[in-house]
């Protein structure tokens, strides 16, 4: 993916959040707010072998590997969903791949976390 291509997929991604948010309410809180960190995503470097992906602050949020890993940041999203919605590693997992797919169409094999 180039960068053209990610920031197509941003703009796509914000385009359908603001689509959900004017059609339904969410009800889940938990994915409410997961859908925040996504429409705030900026890429913040690109290399030959992934893609950084940051917020609005210029933090470390997302680093998506060509191989199908992505690193996600444990101080933003991993230890959330782990101590505010009392989720195990596994489901943490599954829930961050389905949501990738689900709203950026990632192909995500296996969340990891990063402590960066």
């Known amino acids: 993916m180039n960068k053209e291509q990610a920031l197509k997929q941003i703009e796509e991604l914000k385009l359908f959040i603001q689509s959900i948010e004017s059609k ?22 690109i290399h030959d072998n992934c893609i950084v992906y940051r917020n609005s602050k210029n933090e470390f949020v ?7 890993t992505i690193w996600v940041c444990y101080y933003r999203i991993w ?13 943490i ?3 961050i791949k389905d949501m990738l797919f ?13 402590h960066a």
Not at 26 to 43: A, C, G
Not at 62 to 68: L, P, Y
Not at 103 to 114: A, G, I, Y
């Open 62 to 68: 997302f680093q998506d590997n060509k191989n199908g």
């Open 93 to 95: 997992q599954e829930y």
């Open 24 to 45: 339904e309410n969410l009800n889940d809180e938990r994915d409410k707010w997961f859908l925040s960190i996504l429409k705030d995503l900026k890429i913040g470097e």
């Open 102 to 114: 689900k709203h950026l169409n990632w192909k995500v094999t296996t969340p990891v976390l990063s």
């Open 79 to 91: 230890k959330i969903l782990e101590t505010k919605y009392k989720m195990g590693d596994d489901d």
